[in-house]
């Protein structure tokens, strides 16, 4: 029967100033997932490769299956499925690993059936699998990762989600440190009430970050790329973090940056050379301080997941 | 010897949810000053008009003279100068009046020296008019006042501001209602601290304003005009606010809200005849619960201030 391969890219949720209402995805690193339907009735999840075992096996449980089987219960369509995940980024990294699967998944199965639902309307299943994975419904990895490039979540209540212009060329370099932050732990130790002067600091920089993206305009996206309300918490729990963003500033990046809860952090860059060199000096720096990471280096992902149907289609979707 | 006239506009700061950060000029109200130079090597404040005697006639003490002796003082010139400023629109409205004289004296002062500062290198001098016409250098009404159409202040510290695209035809509606709240009170009442949660709100909000005004989209400006910290405070202060409110989107504005710390209220509107509406039911609505109004109508000032010259002026500035 019919199958498909999906691939969900990575992304940086927060950017910065951005907490909770700006991520963008990435190129590389993201996830794989391999769909095929069957007549058993049921999901299945019937290989997790790159997890060194760590993910749930209980379909109802991991996140790639789960969302799978609430957008089957949504639609009332009694499907079996049978779903492979190919790990092909860290968990626990802030690189929505979690987000990947579920929208690899998502994307997945909505294609297998012929495209009922749009991109968008996959978003609120997506947020579901965030809060089975974390916790909480947020919507700032599942969003991008869905719809490519640079997307604000202007509102939750209702969803508002804006996909924003991205200027050519804008490069992104992560680092992941090999140390493990809990997304759960890392929204714990944020305070629940902020100074007033801060958070109009904070929202000038928004506005400075998002009329640099709209307008094309490098500089003002690097005077805005300042987050004083979250970074300065959660920063504490990342080694090395203030030597890197030195380097990184060093090294011509536009600014430097917490990925998600972390410990990966990110520098946005006028281009990939730039990008490159900024993962050097870091994963040096760590290296120095005998700590093990994992750089990646791309362009913004513009296009969201790929699609590749493995047994013809049906004509309803290539028509 | 040289004289001038100079227009300044009136502004809308703060835009709903970017307090503190946001501020836009517009063609009508504005305050007019007139000066001429002369050889007593004092700067001295000869005529207020439409102020009903309630403004400081010392010169040290008046905004708009204030503001002309600090930029001589500083540029280390020695000049007589005389100033008629025509209060051409409301005080204590929230409307950017002192910002207004402020910005059309440093304008005329500096026009008549033969431009030795940019209009960017006005802006400290006219913040320092804030400062003693309300006891705080913000600088969301002379911004917009010196630099015309909508200007967002990223930072304060060090001063970054940036001028946002405006969509053609953009209109305001300004509706005063004659009570005072004087802006010292204004910014008194508010807390000095926020939930995070409402300070996310905020930005998500700001987000989506600022990529509205600069993809030119009117419906997100229009879903994005929700303040959810400081409106629901100063609102108190306000007669039939929610009244107004719900009035103005009636007649399909695309946002309400406070003008700077009131107690005139605004409201974006796509174009002339919207805002036309949007005053005449306001007004109706104030009339009737027994408060006197006044009106404006205007599109968005792009320009700034308007001056023009009374007597021949130095050849390099025309050349």
């Known amino acids: 029967m019919k199958g498909i391969k999906v691939f969900a890219p990575a992304t940086v949720a927060n950017v910065s100033c951005g907490y909770d209402v700006l991520g963008f995805a990435v190129n590389t690193p993201g996830d794989e997932v391999v769909m095929h339907l069957n007549d058993s009735g049921e999901v299945s999840l019937d290989v997790i490769e790159g997890d060194e075992g760590r993910l749930p096996r209980d379909p109802a449980k991991n996140t790639v ?40 998944g998502l994307v997945g199965i909505n294609e297998l059936m012929g495209k009922p639902l749009t991109q968008e309307q996959l978003l609120p299943f997506a947020m579901e699998g965030e809060r089975l994975a974390c916790g909480n419904a947020h919507a700032d990895n599942v969003a991008p990762a869905l719809l490519g490039g640079l997307v604000l979540i202007r509102s939750y209540n209702p969803l508002d989600v804006v996909k924003l212009p991205v200027p050519a060329g804008l490069a992104c370099a992560l680092v ?21 002067q801060d958070a109009v600091t904070q929202w000038g920089n928004v506005a400075g970050l998002v009329a640099g993206f709209c307008t094309n305009n490098l500089d003002l996206i690097s005077r805005s790329m300042q987050d004083v309300i979250i970074e300065p ?12 963003r030195q380097l990184a500033m060093e090294q011509k990046a536009l600014g430097f940056g917490i990925s998600g809860s972390g410990p990966s952090v990110f520098s946005l860059c006028s281009n990939l050379d730039v990008a490159r060199n900024v993962t050097a000096a870091l994963t040096a720096k760590l290296s120095e301080a005998g700590i093990d990471s994992t750089a990646y280096v791309s362009e913004i992902n513009l296009q969201g997941p790929q699609v590749k149907h493995l047994q013809p289609a049906l004509s309803k979707q290539h028509p």
């Open 65 to 104: 299956s789960a969302v799978v089987i609430n957008y089957l219960n949504h639609l009332g369509i009694k499907q079996g499925v049978s779903i492979a995940l190919y790990k092909k980024m860290p968990f626990g990294s802030g690189l929505g690993s979690s987000s990947a699967s579920a929208v690899a």
């Open 233 to 244: 918490v959660r920063a504490m729990l990342i080694p090395c973090f203030s030597e890197m």
């Open 176 to 196: 992941y440190p090999h140390v493990e932050i809990p997304t759960k732990e890392a929204r714990q130790i944020l305070r629940t009430h902020v100074p007033l």
